[in-house]
């Protein structure tokens, strides 16, 4: 099977753009998380997306959205990009299921370099 | 407060030895999961193994085991073995059960290991 796949692996994008990110989850995984991981933070929880409907949001200003659509693949946005949002953002994917043994399972990673 | 603190920012230890990767975490949810990841320098989190709760047996995935105290609210990773592809960062991390589930795992700060020859 394969594992969850992200698009670019790397990225370049000046102060003001706004970068689209991209996730396809494991065959079968309804549940798409979205993670950003810096040097001083740590690895943040961004947002669950399951059924194309967003399901848990951590605490992130409202310039990063995202969405997930039908075959459960999902797009992380952020708009007006900041120095501080250089980072690695992982993707992870799940079955969704509501129980605490429904283990996340991660992709590559895109690094995003804001200059 | 942190919900979960690894306390070792970096270990050194020599191949074949066995490694223990501390980990405390905190919860007022009496259902919760506990796992661990595997981050190379390549950036990929790698799935270790998983603890619940309600577990009454530690979990072990072949050289992998964890040392589930629940009073002490600690869930410490055992690396029999270790071998020089075991360098990398470990993370804790941890889902409450709150919200059926719902939310997303909260991680540790990590520790890096490296394994030497």
């Known amino acids: 099977k394969a594992g969850v796949t992200q698009t670019p692996r790397y990225l370049i994008k000046t102060r003001g753009q706004q970068v689209t990110l991209s996730c396809s989850p494991i065959?079968?995984?309804?549940?798409v998380s979205w993670y950003q991981q810096t040097p001083g933070q740590g690895l943040q929880f961004l947002f669950e997306y399951f059924s194309e409907t967003q399901r848990n949001k951590g605490n992130f200003p409202g310039r990063f959205s995202g969405r997930q659509f039908s075959n459960s693949r999902s797009e992380m946005n952020v708009s007006t990009l900041e120095l501080g949002d250089s980072a690695l953002y992982l993707c992870?994917?799940?079955?969704?299921?509501?129980?605490?043994?429904?283990?996340?399972?991660f992709g590559p990673g895109t690094r995003l370099t804001v200059l | 407060a942190q919900k979960i603190t690894q306390t070792q920012p970096g270990m050194f230890v020599q191949e074949k030895e066995a490694v223990t990767l501390d980990c405390t975490y905190d919860t007022s949810d009496p259902s919760y999961g506990l796992f661990w990841y595997k981050q190379p320098s390549s950036g990929e989190m790698i799935f270790l193994i998983y603890?619940?709760?309600?577990?009454?047996q530690n979990a072990t995935e072949g050289r992998y085991s964890l040392n589930f105290q629940k009073a002490r609210k600690s869930a410490n990773l055992v690396i029999s073995a270790s071998q020089l592809g075991d360098s990398a960062m470990y993370f804790c991390a941890m889902r409450e059960g709150r919200g059926g589930g719902a939310d997303g795992l909260t991680f540790g700060k990590g520790t890096h290991l490296i394994i030497q020859p």
């Open positions: 992870a994917s799940r079955t969704g299921a509501l129980v605490g043994t429904d283990t996340q399972y």
């Open positions: 603890q619940g709760s309600y577990d009454q």
């Open positions: 065959s079968g995984h309804r549940s």
